[in-house]
């Protein structure tokens, strides 16, 4: 095991000092690219790292884990945190600096504003997740007040996170454009994420199954099958082994629904 | 009457433009300073220019008639408009740029995301007005994305409105401080408000029994009163004439609020 160096990456704590060094890199004529995380980072939000670093002068990544976006009975508490070792990662990959606040930087006490995206925010993961979006919605706007950066970058694993995120910039008139970004995938076709530390070993290669039953709906959708029923019935096979819940057959209505829309457009 | 000239001052229509000048004249070091309106400006408003043209370098002004802030069976259609006089009073007063959108370039097709400050906007007029305060909440937002000023100037009259836009920005970390200014008042006591235009000369002269009371009030809370319904009683008789909602008794409550939470602090 390598040790871990003392990161000497800029790190700060302070809200206000954060929002001082990004309008002070602006003025002095650079584009600021930001990275909103919850830290716990892996190859998905380096990538998301490595758009702003490609397109932007200095590269901002926040790491937050943002506790008004988990439900009562959600990993808020165990959710995975390794801040040394994303410090070192940011360092080598070359980021500018790292704002990593506490709890109570960003919600103040007596904080009760809430925002309210709308309709994208109601169906699949807003019905299992009643309070997640308006949570995610807040925080972002936040931390784009708190990180006032020329472009923001998000992953399309989350998918629905993507559009809530869109419309409440684009709503709010919000001057920082949205970039969202390819899903990065293991080997074995399953989505990079912090959350997938909590697979053990059989349900980690159970869940290659997902992927497995997404390229199927991709090809059927690509061949022209527009009946989500039919797209769903054969993917049942290939998730037969893995612990899914219903509502991710929900989601490939839509991929379906943004594929519908693009053949419009 | 004095021949209108045609004003000289800038006027911008496009948020985005609007936004890239507030960028521009902060790049070169100036201070704005920002005053949101609707219009049919009066003392009131200018007051709170000539305070931004006191504390900033240069100061901008908008002029939008807000639509999400009035309720079905309220005056949105009949609002008093004068864009013409307005911005020669503006440019007289030197004003830097005055942004007068319209409608659509506030409230994007297929805008859906609110704000909503909580516990605030409840009472007093909250209660007549179930979604003012939200409608408000979110166009202040709004126009502090459009017009990313160093500090915003909003009336004491309004006075419940600048406690949820306190709260508003104050939650959503918003890097803009909120200066609220004193009530500027006509020769015998009424607040300067452009609604005032809407009282016939026999509602006009009535109305100052409004301010009569409020003095009253004023004076027994100094005295050390502190019950609501004392003081609500010992207004009455000025209130008599006046054909005035029983919410505006309500704030007398506020008013002592207020003065008490000064007491405690």
Redesign the interface.
């Known amino acids: 095991m390598s040790k871990i160096k003392s990161p000497t990456i800029r790190v700060e704590t302070s ?2 000092k954060t ?1 001082e060094a990004v ?1 002070a890199a ?2 002095a004529g650079k584009t600021v690219g930001f990275v909103p995380t919850m830290g716990a980072l892996h190859e998905g939000h380096l990538s998301l790292v490595d758009a702003s670093l490609a397109e932007c002068d200095k590269t901002i990544v926040s790491i937050f884990v943002n506790p008004t976006q988990f439900g009562p009975d959600e990993d808020l508490k165990n959710y995975p945190r390794s801040l040394d070792r994303d410090l070192e990662l940011l360092e080598q990959r070359g980021c500018w600096l790292v704002f990593a606040p506490p709890v109570e930087e ?1 919600y ?1 006490e007596g ?10 925010a109601l169906p699949w993961e807003g019905k299992s997740r009643p309070d997640h979006f308006g949570g995610v ?2 925080v972002v ?2 931390l784009f ?2 990180v ?1 950066a020329d472009r923001a970058y998000f992953g399309q694993k989350d998918y629905q996170q993507s559009l809530v995120i869109r ?2 910039a ?6 920082i454009e949205i970039r969202v970004c390819p899903i990065v995938r293991e080997p074995d076709g399953l989505a990079k994420s912090s959350r997938n530390a909590y697979l053990s070993p059989e349900e980690r290669k159970q869940a290659s199954g997902l992927w497995q039953a997404l390229k199927i709906a991709e090809t059927l959708v690509a061949e022209g099958e527009t009946s989500a029923a039919v797209i769903t019935e054969k993917m049942k096979p290939l998730l037969e082994h893995v612990d899914v819940e219903s509502r991710c057959f929900e989601r490939v209505r839509s991929t379906k629904w943004r594929r519908s829309q693009k053949r419009r457009s």
């Open positions: 809200a206000a929002c309008r602006q003025q960003v103040r904080h009760e504003t809430s925002v309210d995206v709308g309709s994208v919605a807040t706007l936040k007040q708190i006032p419309q409440m684009a709503d709010l008139n919000v001057p």
